[in-house]
């Protein structure tokens, strides 16, 4: 997988190509609308992650001029600007996600698998970790092919984890994913912990191992490492 | 009251009493004047007669006019002094009575005193005196509307680029980002009055686009680094050999980050709101999308235990942009979730006037009239930033709403009604 990651900051867009590059994709950086503008244009990308306001031009522009030339590549607007009149811009020009700054970079990891799962298999796929095997179009889950019923937020933390393998995640960026930006208090915290608890009783049970490792004092990590 | 309307009240009573003051004084003088000349030929008179009765002495019938030598037997009463005096005698023609001004002195006749009271008719002075005062009454009144009508017409007139700056004014509006458009009228002081609003408003516009400018700038310019800090802070995290130590430090961080980019986030959009940032008003049900943010809510209020009840009699509409209808249940929501009690209750009642979402919670700690200011926070929570309740306020006065705050036994009530039309 090929992606290009379009962010004047020097420093975010190192963050992000490091975290992409661990997934296993392969990232390369643009940080001027001239550069980006040249690369998309000599080399094809799964996927742009695109900031809108860039030295030299704006973002949206970029993307119109992209989807003219090669309509498969999945874009990711990534900017400061949160008003909904941006957001309406960028889905029209033909983005397919929108993230505000700041955003967790494991938040960006999940849009960006899911959004590839959306592209390439129309949604008809499978997410397989081990003994763990997620229907993503049925919104199914099996456990050594017997069926875990999850409730709706157990089966987002689950995908959450599934995109995240292997990475800490903070309960703030899990509290966020689950119930949106504007979840700011402490109970939201707690909520996080037994939803977990759930999650992880329900996995076990059907036979799974326990993958959900808690880190003092930051959150959770999911994976066998 | 209007400024004509007074200025012309003002005058009409000052010119009715003015005019009555001129009609009285014109009477008195006239009637003065007429009185004066009467009497002096009465004196003249009177000499006249006491010249004739030296020379002839009186015989009854030796002046005939009518009442106008009157001549008796007596004696000069005690304190007795020539005086003047209006009386009324019977015309032996016509029965009707004439007024006469009357002189009466004693004055010895052939050494016996007599009573003399020589008289002269008014009643040609008194026509006179009608005619003048009536002639002058009515010229002065037909004047004074004259003056009147003109002054009214002429102020209408003179006032007329004041009350045209006035409308415009009144159709100046900042958003829409159009300078102020004055005429140049003749009068000095109207146009001076226009070119410092013109000034003004220039000014007010352009800083309030610098503002806007400032806002949308600033959210770009400070949210950019505030992702670098989370960013970094994430791959921080992920790095196997911290110690418990230098991981609360990156906990701390990594959470004034987070708490930083919604401290602005929420200054934003309420400087936003301010400046009517938000187009695209439309008829919302707010009941419906205050239930919808409460069940999105439910596994938080299994979580704490907390009852839910609704009374929904009928759906409450407002008009206001998506964005911020949103906002504005988002923060009644959080609020009452995060004052809550474990065990309590949140009650949504609503009406198509009022909409109100009440809540179980401790007793409030501030002032209630500081409820709604900026970074008030109850009970010192460092989890919120204390801008939620702000933000409702906010949008509500921006938007034709009204919020109120009652605490009735333990139970704290906010309730959204319509303000009433009366701006």
Not at chain 2, 203 to 217: G, S, V
Not at chain 2, 224 to 247: F, G
Not at chain 2, 277 to 305: C, T, V
Not at chain 2, 353 to 365: I, K
Request: hydrophobic share 40%.
């Amino acid at each position: 997988m090929k992606m290009l990651v379009v962010e004047d900051e020097q420093g975010l867009a190192e963050s992000i190509s490091a975290y992409l590059s661990r997934e296993g994709y392969r990232c390369e950086m643009a940080v001027t609308y001239a550069e980006a503008d040249e690369k998309m244009y000599l080399y094809e990308y799964d996927c742009v992650i695109v900031d809108l306001t860039l030295p030299g031009g704006d973002g949206l522009q970029l993307i119109e001029t992209l989807k003219k030339r090669t309509a498969s590549t999945g874009i990711i607007i990534i900017s400061a600007r949160n008003a909904l009149e941006d957001r309406i811009k960028g889905l029209e020009v033909g983005s397919d996600d929108y993230l505000t700054k700041p955003f967790h970079l494991s938040e960006l990891n999940a849009r960006v698998k899911s959004l590839i799962r959306r592209r390439n298999f129309g949604g008809h796929n499978e997410i397989q970790y081990r003994e763990i095997l997620v229907q993503v179009q049925a919104r199914k889950v099996f456990v050594n092919q017997q069926e875990t019923v999850l409730s709706r937020k157990e089966y987002d933390l689950l995908l959450y984890f599934l995109a995240n393998i292997d990475v800490a995640l903070t309960k703030a960026s899990i509290a966020e994913h689950l119930w949106g930006d504007h979840i700011d208090s402490a109970d939201s915290l707690d909520m996080v912990y037994s939803h977990i608890k759930n999650l992880r009783r329900k996995l076990v049970e059907k036979g799974s191992g326990d993958y959900i490792r808690s880190i003092y004092g930051i959150g959770y990590k999911f994976g066998t490492a | 009251m209007r400024l004509l309307e007074k200025t012309n009240r003002i005058y009409l009573l000052f010119s009715v009493i003015l005019y009555l003051a001129t009609a009285l004084a014109f009477y008195g003088i006239i009637k003065w004047l007429i009185y004066d000349e009467v009497e002096n030929r009465l004196l003249v008179e009177k000499r006249d007669f006491q010249l004739y009765i030296q020379h002839y002495g009186w015989t009854a019938n030796s002046y005939f006019v009518e009442n106008k030598i009157e001549v008796e037997l007596g004696r000069v009463p005690a304190g007795f002094q020539e005086s003047f005096k209006d009386t009324l005698i019977e015309d032996r023609y016509t029965q009707k009575l004439v007024p006469f001004r009357q002189l009466t002195f004693y004055e010895s006749i052939k050494g016996v005193e007599h009573r003399v009271a020589i008289r002269k008719s008014m009643i040609q002075s008194y026509r006179l005196m009608e005619a003048i005062t009536f002639t002058m009454a009515t010229v002065l009144a037909l004047l004074l509307a004259g003056t009147y009508w003109f002054q009214d017409r002429l102020s209408g007139r003179i006032w007329q680029p004041f009350y045209e700056t006035l409308s415009r004014i009144k159709q100046f509006d900042l958003v829409r980002g159009q300078h102020l458009q004055l005429d140049q009228p003749d009068i000095i002081e109207f146009k001076e009055l226009n070119e410092v609003l013109q000034k003004m408003s220039d000014q007010i516009l352009h800083d309030y686009l610098n503002l806007k400018e400032f806002t949308e700038n600033a959210s770009h310019e400070l949210q950019t680094p505030l992702a670098l800090i989370t960013a970094k802070v994430e791959e921080l995290i992920q790095s196997e050999h911290l110690t418990e130590k230098q991981t609360r430090w990156i906990q701390t961080i990594y959470e004034a980050s987070l708490r930083m980019s919604r401290l602005y986030q929420g200054l934003l959009l309420l400087a936003k709101i301010e400046n009517r940032q938000f187009a695209n008003e439309q008829p919302i049900n707010l009941s419906d999308q205050l239930l919808e943010r409460l069940w999105d809510m439910e596994e938080l209020l299994q979580h704490k235990g907390i009852r839910l009840h609704t009374a929904v009699e009928a759906p409450f509409w407002a008009n206001l942009p998506p964005v911020l209808a949103e906002n504005l249940v988002t923060n009644l929501v959080s609020n009452a979730l995060r004052h809550n009690v474990p065990q309590g209750e949140i009650r949504l009642r609503s009406t198509d006037s009022a909409l109100c979402l009440s809540n179980t919670g401790h007793p409030l700690q501030n002032d209630p009239n500081d409820l709604f200011s900026r970074f008030k926070k109850q009970g010192g929570s460092s989890e919120s930033v204390g801008l939620g309740l702000s933000i409702v306020k906010e949008i509500c006065d921006n938007y034709g709403l009204q919020i109120r705050y009652a605490e009735i036994g333990g139970i704290h009530e906010f309730c959204i009604t319509k303000k009433k039309v009366d701006e």
